[in-house]
C-alpha cells in the first residue's frame, strides 16, 4: 500500500471514532494525510502484524534522530533496548489481536544516544471486512515529566532522611543510596569537615583501596600539613579546589553554582598536564577506571562544609542541567547535616552533662519557682531518701523540714541566697527515715531562655564528717 494510501485509512480509522464531533469543513484528503503527519506534535508510528514500521511522522523522526526513509521496513528494535523490546512487542501483538485499547511506556534511545520515555497509545486499523491490518501508536514524550517528577521525589526522600533519628552514618548512606538510584552512577561519596581535612563520611560503590588512597585531602610537604599564607591548609587534587571554591574556570568545567564535572577525567588530566596549574591532580579516579567525575559542593548558607562526589565508569554521564539539580539537592543537604551535626554536638554536651550531674558526690537540684523539679540527681535522692517522684508531688521544703518554723527559717534564707545576699547556708534537714542530717545548702537564680530557674546544691556534712574521722 503506498503511503497516502495507509495514511488515509488511518485518517478514517479517526474519523470512524470521531462521529459524534460537528461535521467540519471538507478538506482534500489527498493532501490532508502528509500535511497532519507533517505538523503533528504527537509522535506517530505505524506497523504492520509482523512488527514492520509503515509510516514514521516528522514528530518521530525528529525525537529519534532518524529519517522515514531509514526506519520504514524496519522493526522498533533500533529504538527499544533488548530488555524492554519483549514486552514491547506484546503489546504489538495484543493490539493485533485487536485487544484494544491499549498504552504502555517505555523508552526510545535516539541517534544521538539521548534517552526519552514515551507513552503510548495504541491501537489498531482494520480493512473492510475486519481483520486488523495494521498497529497504530501515537506517542507523547514524557521524559522531562518524568525527570521533574524524579527529582521531586529525590528532594523529598532526602530530606525525609535527615528528618529521621537515624545517626549520621546510617543517614548520610541512605542519602547515597537515594542519589545514585536517580543517576545510576557507579559510586558516590560525601566528603565532611573533620577538624582540617575532608575525608570521606560515607561512600558507595568505591574499592576499599580507592577510599585509603583518597581519605584526606590534606596536602603535606616534608611530614608537616601544608598552609597558605592566611594559614589555612591546603587541599588535594579537584576535591580540595571545589571545597575551598577556587577553581579555574578557563581550565575545567563548572557549573554557574561552582560545581565540576567532567565526561573524561583521563583525558581532562592530560590536558591539564601542558598547562601551567597551581594544584596537584592526582587521577586516582582515572587509575581506578572511572570517565564521568561530578564534585557537588555542599552549601550551609555561603560556606561549603562538604563534597557529594558522583562518580561513573561510563564517558559524558553527566549533564549541566543535572547538575545544576544536585547543587540544589546540595544545599538543602549542607544545611541539613550541619543543623544535624550541631544538634548531635549539643545532645552529646547534654548527655555528658547529665552524666556529671548524675555521678556527682553533692546533691545537684534545678526546679522552678512554684517547685516543679526539672534535674534532681541520684545525690540528692541518697542524702535525703526522697525520689523526685516524691519531691514533684509533695514539695521539697514540706518533705525535709516537716517542723513548720525549721521550714520557715529555711524558706527565709533561700530568698536571702536568691537575692544574692548569701552565698551558702549551713541547716539540719529531715530524711526520709526520720534521721537529722546536717548539710550545707547554696541556691543559685538562673536565667534560661527567658526564664527564671533555681540550681541548689546540697552536701552531706555528716558524710564528710565521717570521711575525714577516717582519716
Avoid at 501515537?138 to 517528577?149: A, F, P, R, S
Avoid at 527565709?412 to 526520720?434: F, M, P, V
Amino acid at each position: 500500500m503506498t503511503e497516502n494510501g495507509v495514511l488515509l485509512n488511518y485518517l478514517k480509522f479517526l474519523s470512524r471514532n470521531r462521529k459524534s464531533q460537528p461535521q467540519q469543513q471538507q478538506v482534500n484528503t489527498h493532501t490532508m494525510p502528509s500535511e497532519m503527519f507533517s505538523v503533528s506534535e504527537a509522535l506517530i508510528v505505524i506497523m504492520d502484524k509482523e512488527e514492520k514500521i509503515v509510516e514514521f511522522n516528522a514528530a518521530a523522526e525528529r525525537l529519534s534522530g532518524y529519517t522515514r526513509q531509514e526506519m520504514v521496513g524496519k522493526t522498533l528494535a533500533g529504538l527499544v533496548s533488548q530488555e524492554e523490546l519483549r514486552w514491547v512487542s506484546e503489546a504489538i501483538q495484543e493490539v493485533a489481536g485487536d485487544n484494544i485499547p491499549y498504552s504502555i511506556e517505555n523508552h526510545w534511545q535516539a541517534k544521538d544516544g539521548s534517552k526519552h520515555l514515551i507513552h503510548w497509545a495504541i491501537t489498531n486499523i482494520k480493512t473492510p471486512d475486519g481483520k486488523v491490518q495494521y498497529v497504530v501508536g501515537t506517542g507523547v514524550d514524557i521524559t522531562e515529566i518524568n525527570q521533574l517528577e524524579k527529582r521531586r521525589n529525590l528532594l523529598m526522600n532526602i530530606l525525609h532522611t535527615l528528618a529521621s533519628s537515624h545517626t549520621e552514618k546510617d543517614t548520610l548512606k541512605a542519602i547515597l543510596q537515594q542519589i545514585q538510584d536517580y543517576t545510576g552512577c557507579d559510586a558516590a561519596g560525601i566528603r565532611l569537615r573533620k577538624g582540617q581535612d575532608f575525608p570521606y563520611a560515607e561512600a558507595v560503590g568505591f574499592s576499599d583501596k580507592f577510599l585509603t588512597r583518597e581519605a584526606s585531602l590534606c596536602v603535606y610537604q616534608n611530614g608537616e600539613m601544608a598552609r597558605n599564607d592566611d594559614g589555612v591548609p591546603e587541599l588535594d587534587c579537584m576535591c580540595g579546589r571545589v571545597i575551598r571554591g577556587d577553581l579555574d574556570e578557563t581550565l575545567v568545567s563548572l557549573s554557574s553554582c561552582g560545581a565540576f564535572y567532567t565526561g573524561d577525567i583521563t583525558q581532562l588530566c592530560s590536558e591539564l598536564g601542558g598547562k601551567n596549574i597551581e594544584f596537584n591532580v592526582r587521577n586516582h579516579c582515572g587509575a581506578e577506571g572511572y570517565r564521568s567525575i561530578a564534585l557537588i559542593p555542599l552549601r550551609s548558607q555561603d560556606e561549603i562544609v562538604g563534597l557529594l562526589q558522583l562518580n561513573d565508569r561510563k564517558p559524558h554521564k553527566f549533564s549541566e542541567d543535572n547538575i545544576e539539580f544536585l547543587n540544589l539537592a546540595g544545599k538543602s543537604i549542607g544545611t541539613a547535616l550541619t543543623r544535624f551535626r550541631a544538634e548531635q554536638a549539643h545532645r552529646r554536651s547534654e548527655m555528658l552533662l547529665e552524666e556529671i550531674i548524675q555521678k556527682a558526690q553533692d546533691g545537684f537540684s534545678l526546679t522552678t519557682p512554684e517547685g516543679r523539679v526539672i534535674i534532681y540527681n541520684k545525690a540528692m535522692e541518697e542524702i535525703s531518701g526522697y525520689t523526685r517522684e516524691e519531691v514533684d508531688r509533695h514539695g521539697w521544703y514540706y518533705l525535709i523540714f516537716p517542723v513548720e518554723e525549721d521550714r520557715k527559717l529555711a524558706i527565709q534564707k533561700a530568698r536571702l541566697a536568691i537575692a544574692g545576699k548569701l552565698e551558702h547556708y549551713e541547716l539540719q534537714i529531715t530524711c526520709k527515715d526520720g534521721t537529722k542530717k546536717p548539710v550545707i545548702l547554696s541556691l543559685t537564680p538562673l536565667e534560661i531562655d527567658g526564664q527564671t530557674f533555681n540550681f541548689t546544691v546540697m552536701i552531706d556534712l555528716f558524710k564528710k564528717y565521717k570521711t575525714e574521722d577516717m582519716f
